[in-house]
């Protein structure tokens, strides 16, 4: 996701491009903003500037969701016992590959789930923290971007507070959610909040205007 690929906010790009230039990104920072406002968009193109100015080619692996030090968590639901989002990446990838300003209920609707709970579970916490405790691959930081940190259960929220507490040094760590209403208030306490503001209808408009010609 480039930033130009993002409908409006000039502003918030503009303070994340900043904050990179001027070595002041946060390790842990929690995006809020309702879906279509473009939070999960605005999260890639943040984790592509920061991996690109440590590894020029860092870039295409980022648009296409294969870098090695770019990690995902997102709700899913339980199958055979098990609720890791590594066994359904190759659906998120596709999805946000696709669309990157997908929702929830997308997401629910491409998994064929709408019966199912989703949610974030504590053994994908675990399942992070071990990823975290390795090496980055390339050297530089990892990054970690937790998709509807607010579907975390309470179990997962617990241990994901000890994981924001003692991060991995050269860790990042990028949450989205709609509110703050269904977050630990101590988690809330140890995040950079980000608010992401409604799209301009005038930026809209441009957006959707450049959309359609693409696909003409």
């Keep these: 996701m480039n930033w130009d690929n993002i409908a409006g906010q000039e502003s918030l790009k503009k303070l994340l491009i900043d904050s990179i230039a001027e070595n002041r990104v946060s390790h842990a920072q ?3 903003g309702k879906e279509g406002y473009g ?27 294969n870098h090695l030090d770019l990690h995902f968590s997102f709700p899913v639901f339980t199958d055979n016992k098990n609720s890791l989002s590594k066994n359904k990446f190759e659906e998120f990838r596709e999805m946000i590959i696709n669309a990157p300003y997908s929702s929830y209920d997308d997401w629910t609707a491409f998994l064929e789930s709408e019966n199912k709970q989703l949610f974030i579970s504590a053994d ?7 990823k975290f405790s390795l090496k980055s691959f390339e050297g530089g930081t990892k990054i970690l971007i937790v998709w509807r940190a607010d579907k975390m259960n309470v179990a997962a929220s617990n241990k994901f ?3 924001l507490e003692e991060p991995p040094a050269k ?14 208030p101590t988690i809330l306490s140890r995040t950079q909040i980000v ?3 409604r799209i301009k209808d005038e930026d809209l408009d441009i957006y959707l205007k450049k959309e359609f010609q693409y696909f003409r």
């Design 171 to 184: 860790t990042i760590i990028l949450l989205t959610a709609e509110s703050t209403n269904d977050i630990l």
């Design 195 to 197: 608010e992401v503001p």
């Design 39 to 65: 939070t999960l968009p605005v999260v890639l193109a943040y984790a592509k500037e920061v991996l690109s100015r440590e590894n020029e080619h860092a870039g295409s692996k980022v648009e296409h969701l």
């Design 161 to 163: 507070l000890k994981f």
């Design 30 to 32: 929690l995006f809020v």
């Design 124 to 130: 994908e916490i675990d399942d992070q923290n071990q």
